[in-house]
Structure formats: structure tokens, C-alpha cells
């Protein structure tokens, strides 16, 4: 756990989420923890009524509570009420652990380019490489190792944790942050079948990041071969994620882990996707589309679908599917006493 | 997009790709785009008939078409026409967007050690690391941060993208090209349960490459326990893919991001994988065999096969068997019909 | 392969791991490899009576073979004889391939923060960066360019491969060991979706790695939103593993490569997975359970169980259904001729 958070009253707290501190309000919280794991000095969290039994029982000093389930307190608890605990979680957590500043300046073995352009507080750590003609806007961090190749751009506020690779040319928007071994811009994976084997396509396209994208550990974006890949604003991305070669991904999108789309897909905003799910090239899969883990699409999905097994149906469709076959066995046992009845009867 | 491309007449790309150039041929190129993207300068690609309406409406300068296809554009339109343009791309893209010449000789800050030697033009980014005993052929690239371990041997014009590791004695063939985070020659994982809990069997194996053989970002290639971990010529592997320790794979085999290969599996030459497909251990794939993307291969596969599903059948059964799943529902009404007819006449 | 193995006569290498050397006891051995590709100075394996055919032709100079498959061999095979080769055979293996000893000290280049910590023999290669507060413990060797981030604590005889990452505050036991580009401590994967968008929550929880585990290339173990991920004793991760937020891994538990576990599910000890398994989130893995590879869990899973498909069941049910859904064809026709069999009568 990171050490020494704040200490702060209950009725800081409540004041800070425009909540309603109720009980103890000047005790003083350390902390912010699990309900089964909470101290006698830490804010514990009820967020769901599903976890109202550990509530009774949590030594928690205090609890994170919204009106709708207040009622199934204790109610001498002493405890912080809000109209939506998932909301008021982030600017708490924010103020106990607030993550460190910004690293001092720009480490003497960074390798930087004089023909790279850096905003006013870009800060890197150890050994970053910076090539020919990038652009780093205000305020950007870049930690230990990380890779930014020739004719980058990057926003404004971009993190990129250690052993980053930026591949040349890619544009990063405002606030992306890449964490630690992410690759973006990679060259896609094409070829031709030639007399001498196979030969590779040039993949001359670009990649374009937009606002607040966040890339997750290992995960790997390719550039477009000609065209360009295209992440929209608020694109999430969890750890060991594929983007193929020419692929949009539409705003406020969020893929679990270990999800892969191929080449030229197009997937509309909003859409959700459940870890190890994978969509074949060059479909288009609509806005607000749930796409549930292990789904593999092999066709376009209209907006507003959710999706589930492989080849991809409707999520209650595969599962209603599924549930039969497993009392296949039973519905052939009536198939074959039908068949001894009918063959009774010829006999008769 | 990369900066600047070259500016070529309409005749002088033609000449190039042994096409004909019909229409404006003096008009200047600057550029490739797909069709809905090209500008009045690009030339534009038409490669399916499933493209030609675009074909209509597209501002593209020009078109790369085939002759199959000529007949389905307007005849006033300046074009190019090639009997493959899917061949004739590369050359013309090539030409447009030359990559980058090697890197200007080893950085100060590349890390060498004595006892290696290096070929003729080799070339070496910030902080790249070369531990003992190593060989680098000719002409290869090594970017920055690359790291390639004791006695490791490259061959000829390999390029190795940032962040790679080659582990001790690997071997690659010559033009082989590593992309960013590729691990090649890791210790294979296997385990011996003794008394003291999980015994970890040695990997002291080899780990071969052949000639020409790309693979992924963030792909991961085991060493053998004993015996070798082999890639033979011209294998492909895309992003985030796993072959296990002696595992040998056939020449010019495809495998899409994401697969993952057990050990001891034998992949035949000329495979291809769709993403997200695996294979079971000591298993055994035949030439050319076809294997959907998200398959599971469980047992030996015959030369030649299309394989589907988990367990994997071939791809036509198991298409089939997926189709009547989602009719099973109507097939059980169909038995309680049955049921209910029996039913009847008993007691008639 | 590794150069150089030490010579040892037969009857050396019976007495190191306790067992019987029969034949010519004083003949040279140089290496070990499989029957097939042994040599006449090497030593072949025999482990499963599944290889017996393969002894009968192998050059192999000696073969090391159980008690219990003895009688299957030539008898005038030279030979070694063990109650188990598989517990004799990383003992032979360390023998001739010993791996190299750690560093040489710590590298000129390496860049270790003055308010850390090391014990006796670190050695740290090329390009290491360790952040302020880092501890690290006896005997540990950090390979190039491993970066270590603030306040992380290493225990005594851990090694780094090249290229990992160890996020802030993460905890490594005893003798961990991080294959190249491993990720430990990443920021896990969670959003509220707010007015302004989705609003990353922040990930203020530790990252607790215990004794004697290992973590395969590439793998992305993240940190805990609030509390801690937590991977006990002897866990062993493959390559391309994702463990996300909040998830415990109980002790001995080995996860084959691209296996996925979603946020705050409870593995227990002593489980198998497959390759490409995965988990939902919020479950709990019942002790001893065996994953077949491509299982996806979507609920608990009671201890001692062996679970296949997705939604997993068991796998012995899985495997059922799946053959009799390539039988459903055959049922269909059964069911058309009991109708017209139905049909006809009621013509009758």
C-alpha cells in the first residue's frame, strides 16, 4: 500500500463528496479500504446491498454508504451518505493517495533529439529515447526506458509508463496515458503471396490516439497500412489488448483484457467488451454494442446488441442454446423410446 | 502519415509495376489512399468488386485497378491497370514511402561487449545491450534499448525493433524482423511436483529462427527444455503470440495475434492460423492445414484440413453443428408433439 | 544450445541423483536429449512407456529410464535407472548446463536511487533504474534495463529478466523469478461512467507477490483499486498471463500461457490451467481445480473439480455434449422418419 495517507475527520470527508457526515464526524480516517478488510481508522465501502452482511461485522471506523442502502445500517454506525458511492470513491481515493507529482525535469540520459519539440514541464525519467522531428506537448511525463520514434506528436499531459514504444509518425491526443510496455503504431500484419513466398506489405498508414485514451500493460496497436488506425476520445483499454492494422474503435469504448479486433473493423462508441473477446476483419460492430467475454463476432453486430458465444448470436440466445445442449442427452432418450413405441406398434 | 512522399507521373507508376496507364498519364501522384480517403493527388486502390460503388464517388487522382475489374469504373477516369493489385501495391508503396535507411552506425551509449563481433554496416540505437559472445551479421538493425543476451547469433540484415530480447544462444536467420517487445529463447515453462512443491525442469534447449521469419510486438518465443524451440523460413507470426518450448513450426506458416502454440506441437509448412486459435501439446498439424480464428486444435490434424471450433472439427461440421444447436429448441417441440400423438392414440 | 557441458562418466551421473548405472558404467556422457535426437555420447530420456518404440532405434550412448520400464530396453542398453526420471533429471540438467552466475556487480550505467536498499551480491545490469525507497534483498540479480519504481520491495534471490517492470510499492517474496517484460503492479482496469465521461478510479492497493513464484514473459499482474492482488507461495504464471485487480492466486498454482483472471476472483491452491483459460470476475476457484485450456468460468467452481467449455461444466459433460451436438444431424432424421411414420398412419 502506498504509506502515510492524509488523515482527514469524517466531516471533511462528507464536505469534500457533498455528502452528509452522520455519528462520529470528527473522528479522524486514515484510509480507505474493503469492508472485510477495514480498520478501526479506515472509511469502508458499501456499495452494493449484496455486501450488506459484511456491514454489520466491518470493523471499519466508517462507512461509505448511499441513501438508497442507509437504511440497512446499524444506525449508531458512524458514516458518510451519498447519492452514488462510486462517484464519490475516485475524489476520496484521490486525496488520501494522491499519486506523486510530475518526475524533476528531464533525467540527464535522456536521449533527446534537437530537432524534438517539448511543451513547458515535460519531464522524463532515465534513459528515454527521443527521435527526429517529435513533438511532446505541456505538462507530459515520461518514465524509465520509454521509446518515442521519429515524427510523434504527443498532447498535452500524456503519461507514458516505463518501456513504452511509440512507432514513427503515431499522434497522440491530450491525456492518453500508455502503460508500461504498451506498443503503438506497430507495423500491421499483411503479406502477399508471391512467387519468391511471402511478402510483406509496406504499412505506410498512420495512428491516431485521441483524448484520454488509456492503453493497458502489453498491449499492441497497429498502424494502418494505408488508411489509419484510429482509437476515438476516452478509448480504454485493458492489459495484452490487439488493435489491428486499420481498425476504428468509436468513443468511450472499454475492452477487458486480452481482447482482439482485426484489420479494417470498425467499432462504433460506447460499445463494451468482455476480457478475451475478438471480432473478425472488416465487420462493423454498432454503438452501445456489449460484447460479453470470449464472444468471437464474425459478422456486424447492430447498435445496441448483446453479444455472446462463437460464432457471435444474441448473449441470451447462445445461453438459451447452450442450456439445451446439455439436456441433449435426455431428448435423445425420448426420441428413442418413441421409436420402440412406434416399432411396437408395427408389430402389433 | 509519413511526411513528404515522392511525386511521380501516372506513366512513370505504371512503368514501375509493369501496368498501363490509361487517361491523364502525365498527372502527378503524390500518394496512395484506399478510396473513400484519396485526395485528387492519390492514387486510390480498387481491389474487390465489393469496392466499386466507392469507386464512383471517390475524389482519388487516380485508380489501381485490375483488368477484371477496369470495365466497372467510369472510362474517363485515369487509372492504372495491372492484373494483381495486390501485388503491384508494395512496389508502388515502397516507392512512395521508402522506410527509413539503418540507423547512423552504434550510438556511444550502445553497450557491446568485447568478445562480440559485429558484421559490416551494423547498426545500433541508444542503450542497446549486447552481452558476450554474440555475432551480428551484416547490415542488420538494432534499435534502441534492444538487449541480446550471451551467445546469441544473428544473421544478416536482421532488424530488431525497440525493446526486444533475445535470450542466451538464440539463433536467427538472416533478414529476420523482431517487432517492439518481442521475447525470443525464454525459458520454457515446466515443472516437476517433488516433495518440496513445484521443482522447475531446466530449459537449456535451443531456439532456432530461420531466415526471414517476422514476429509480432510482445510475441513470446520459449527455448526448448532439451532439443530445440524451431521457426523454419519465412514463418509470420503477428502481435501477442506464444509458441512454447519445442515447439516447431513449418516454413512460411501465418499465425494472426494472439495464438498460442503448446509445446512439443509440430506445425506443418504452409499453415494458417486465424487469431486467437491454440493448440494442445505434442500435437501434430499437417501442411497447409487452415485453422479458423478461435479454434482449439486438441489432437493431430491432417495435411490439408480447415479446422473450427473447440474441440476443434473441421470448420464446415462444426459450422453446421452450430447451426442446428440454435435449432435444437424447434426439434424438442417437434419430439413433444410426437409424445403427445403417441399419448393420444394409447388411449384411443 | 548451451556450449561446453562438463563430462561425466555414467556411473558419475547414477550416483548424483541416486541410481543405478548399468552397461558400460565408465562411458563419457557430454549432454542430454530426447531418444530421437540423442547422440552417442549423450544421454536419452525415457519417461513414458509411449516412447519405448523410439529407444529401440535411438543412438543414444545411454539411456535414463525408470525402474518400472527397465524390462522394455535392450538389455545391454547402457542405462541409468531411477524410481522417477522426472525428479532425476533437473538434477543431471543443472549439472551440464549450469546456468551462468549472477552479474558481475552492479553496472556502471545502472541508476539506483541513493535512499535505497541493497543487500549483500545485487547484481544489477546495464541500464537498471531503482527509484527512491526500493529495498532489495541478498543475492538478487536484476537483468538489463529493469526498472524497479518507488518503494517496491524485492526479497532475497530474485532475478529479473531483462526489461521487467515493478510498479510503486509492490511486494516480490524469496526467490521470485520475472521473465522478460513482466509487468507487476500495473494500475488495474476500472471506470466510473460520470457526466463528463468515464472517470478512471484510482488504484491506491498493493501488489503482494509471495515466495518462489515465477511470471512468464510479457505477463500483466495488476495492483488492487482498494486492498491488495495477491499471487501466494509458488504460483507459476506462463507468458502472457493477465491477472487483474484484486484477485488472489492461492499457492502451487500453475496457469498455462494467454491464461486471463478478471478483477477480485479467489483462486485456490494447488489449481491447473490450461492455455487461454479464463475466469469472470468475482468467483471463487475452489482448491485443487483442474482448468482444461480454453475453459472460460463464469461462476465458483467447487475445490477438486475439472471443468471444460464456456459457460464451463465439467469437463467430462462438456466433452459429452460436444459429441453428441455433431450427432444432432442424425437425431433430426430420426425425428423426420418417427413424423412420417406418425403422418402415414394417421392416413391409414
Given at each position: 500500500?502506498?504509506?502515510?495517507?492524509?488523515r482527514?475527520?469524517?466531516?471533511?470527508?462528507?464536505?469534500?463528496?457533498?455528502?452528509?457526515?452522520?455519528g462520529?464526524?470528527?473522528?479522524?480516517?486514515?484510509?480507505?479500504?474493503?469492508?472485510?478488510?477495514?480498520?478501526?481508522s479506515?472509511?469502508g465501502?458499501l456499495?452494493d446491498?449484496?455486501?450488506?452482511?459484511?456491514?454489520?461485522?466491518?470493523?471499519?471506523?466508517?462507512?461509505?454508504?448511499?441513501?438508497?442502502?442507509?437504511?440497512?445500517?446499524?444506525?449508531?454506525?458512524?458514516?458518510?451518505?451519498v447519492?452514488?458511492?462510486?462517484?464519490?470513491?475516485?475524489?476520496?481515493?484521490?486525496?488520501?493517495?494522491s499519486?506523486?507529482?510530475p518526475?524533476?525535469?528531464?533525467?540527464?540520459?535522456?536521449?533527446?533529439?534537437?530537432?524534438?519539440?517539448?511543451?513547458?514541464g515535460?519531464s522524463?525519467?532515465?534513459?528515454?529515447?527521443?527521435?527526429?522531428?517529435?513533438?511532446i506537448?505541456?505538462?507530459?511525463?515520461?518514465?524509465?526506458?520509454?521509446?518515442?520514434?521519429?515524427?510523434?506528436?504527443?498532447?498535452?499531459?500524456?503519461?507514458?509508463?516505463?518501456?513504452?514504444?511509440v512507432?514513427?509518425?503515431?499522434?497522440?491526443?491530450?491525456?492518453?496515458?500508455l502503460?508500461?510496455?504498451?506498443?503503438?503504431?506497430?507495423d500491421?500484419?499483411?503479406?502477399?503471396?508471391?512467387?519468391?513466398?511471402?511478402?510483406?506489405?509496406p504499412?505506410?498508414?498512420?495512428?491516431?490516439?485521441?483524448?484520454?485514451?488509456?492503453?493497458?500493460?502489453?498491449?499492441?496497436?497497429?498502424?494502418?497500412?494505408?488508411?489509419?488506425t484510429?482509437?476515438?476520445?476516452?478509448?480504454?483499454l485493458?492489459?495484452?489488448?490487439?488493435?489491428?492494422?486499420?481498425?476504428t474503435?468509436?468513443?468511450?469504448?472499454?475492452?477487458?483484457?486480452q481482447?482482439?479486433?482485426?484489420?479494417?473493423?470498425?467499432?462504433?462508441a460506447?460499445?463494451m467488451?468482455?476480457?478475451?473477446?475478438?471480432?473478425?476483419?472488416?465487420?462493423?460492430?454498432?454503438?452501445?454494442?456489449?460484447?460479453?467475454?470470449?464472444?468471437?463476432?464474425?459478422?456486424?453486430?447492430?447498435a445496441?446488441?448483446?453479444?455472446g458465444?462463437?460464432?457471435?448470436?444474441?448473449?441470451k440466445?447462445?445461453?438459451?442454446?447452450?442450456?439445451?445442449?446439455?439436456?441433449?442427452?435426455?431428448?435423445?432418450?425420448?426420441?428413442?423410446?418413441?421409436e420402440?413405441l412406434?416399432?411396437?406398434?408395427?408389430?402389433?
Open positions: 500500500m502506498v504509506p502515510e495517507p492524509a482527514l475527520t469524517l466531516a471533511d470527508l462528507a464536505t469534500m463528496v457533498g455528502g452528509r457526515a452522520v462520529d464526524v470528527d473522528k479522524e480516517i486514515s484510509g480507505v479500504a474493503s469492508l472485510e478488510k477495514a480498520g478501526p479506515d472509511l465501502l456499495v446491498s449484496g455486501y450488506s452482511r459484511p456491514a454489520l461485522d466491518s470493523p471499519a471506523g466508517a462507512i461509505l454508504v448511499s441513501s438508497e442502502l442507509e437504511a440497512t445500517l446499524d444506525p449508531t454506525r458512524s458514516r458518510i451518505v447519492k452514488n458511492p462510486r462517484v464519490a470513491l475516485p475524489v476520496i481515493l484521490e486525496r488520501f493517495y499519486a506523486p507529482g518526475l524533476p525535469g528531464v533525467h540527464d540520459t535522456a536521449i533527446v533529439s534537437e530537432s524534438s519539440k517539448c511543451g513547458a515535460v522524463m525519467g532515465p534513459y528515454v529515447v527521443i527521435e527526429d522531428d517529435v513533438e506537448g505541456e505538462g507530459s511525463t515520461l518514465h524509465a526506458h520509454v521509446v518515442v520514434r521519429r515524427g510523434a506528436r504527443l498532447g498535452q499531459r500524456v503519461t507514458l509508463h516505463p518501456h513504452v514504444v512507432y514513427p509518425h503515431v499522434q497522440l491526443g491530450d491525456r492518453v496515458v502503460h508500461a510496455g504498451a506498443r503503438v503504431g506497430v500491421g500484419f499483411g503479406y502477399t503471396r508471391a512467387d519468391e513466398g511471402l511478402q510483406r506489405i504499412h505506410v498508414g498512420g495512428c491516431v490516439i485521441g483524448d484520454d485514451v488509456e492503453i493497458g500493460a502489453n498491449s499492441c496497436v497497429d498502424r494502418g497500412s494505408i488508411g489509419e484510429v482509437l476515438k476520445e476516452q478509448v480504454k485493458d492489459n495484452l489488448v490487439h488493435i489491428a492494422h486499420n481498425v474503435v468509436g468513443p468511450r469504448t472499454v475492452m477487458a483484457a481482447v482482439g479486433i482485426a484489420g479494417s473493423t470498425e467499432v462504433g460506447d460499445t467488451w468482455g476480457g478475451q473477446a475478438g471480432a473478425k476483419d472488416h465487420i462493423r460492430v454498432g454503438d452501445g454494442a456489449r460484447i460479453a467475454g470470449r464472444t468471437g463476432l464474425t459478422e456486424d453486430v447492430p445496441g446488441s448483446t453479444m458465444g462463437f460464432p457471435a448470436r444474441s448473449l440466445e447462445f445461453l438459451k442454446a447452450q442450456a439445451l445442449l446439455f439436456r441433449l442427452g435426455s431428448l435423445r432418450r425420448r426420441v428413442r423410446v418413441l420402440r412406434m416399432a411396437a406398434r408395427d408389430d402389433r
